[in-house]
């Protein structure tokens, strides 16, 4: 595992080899970069934009945000195994700037309201669908700015509804993942 582009590019991330987690693969990831700064349908450029990163990881693809010059990146890990592996990868990349832990189970109604997100990533676990209950409490609060774009990364095989919750712009599929592109 390591950081396809930016000013980190080819540095290597600690990573898990558990079944409780599963980075997402190089491939995708730059296929989600490349969608981020070359395609029409997504208005958002990395460089200078506030990420949100729930169910963060071991933190690659927040990490990514800050190596192509992100200007903040929000990180919400509660899994301690994964959260001390998150935290490693910052220590060792000297990533304190600009970055803010939430080491705890997310809980959105929590979350500043003052801050809004340019970029909001979710990663969690393919069995689990309660990030549509926090999809729509992002929704309901309104942490996005208006130009935003909402990234999910699901099990290629899943259906989660999400009609009513955000407007899907593009949806692509490598292997066993699929990335959904969104606007609320």
């Keep these: 595992m390591r950081i396809i ?21 190089d491939m995708v990831k730059e296929s989600i970069f490349n969608l981020i700064n070359h395609s029409n349908l997504v208005n958002i450029k990395i460089k200078k934009s506030d990420v949100l990163d729930l169910y963060s990881g071991i933190g690659s693809f927040g990490i990514e945000c800050i190596s192509r010059e992100a200007k903040s990146v929000t990180f ?14 910052l220590e060792y990349l ?16 929590k979350f500043d309201k003052v801050k809004k997100f340019d970029i909001i990533f979710l990663d969690p676990p393919f069995a689990n669908n309660d990030y549509l209950k926090n999809l729509s409490l992002i929704k309901k609060i309104k942490i996005f700015k ?6 999910i990364h699901r099990e290629s095989n899943n ?17 066993r993942s699929k990335i959904i592109f969104g606007i609320f």
């Design 94 to 109: 000297s990533l304190n700037n600009n970055v803010l832990l939430i080491p705890e189970k997310i809980n959105i109604e």
């Design 159 to 175: 259906f989660d509804e999400l009609d009513g919750i955000i407007k899907i712009i593009l949806t692509k599929k490598y292997g």
């Design 146 to 151: 208006k130009n935003h774009v909402v990234i």
């Design 5 to 25: 582009g930016g000013k980190l590019k080819g540095k290597k991330l600690f990573f898990l080899n558990s079944p409780a987690t599963r980075p997402i693969r």
């Design 76 to 89: 919400v890990e509660n899994n301690k195994n994964t959260l001390a592996t998150l935290k490693k990868n």
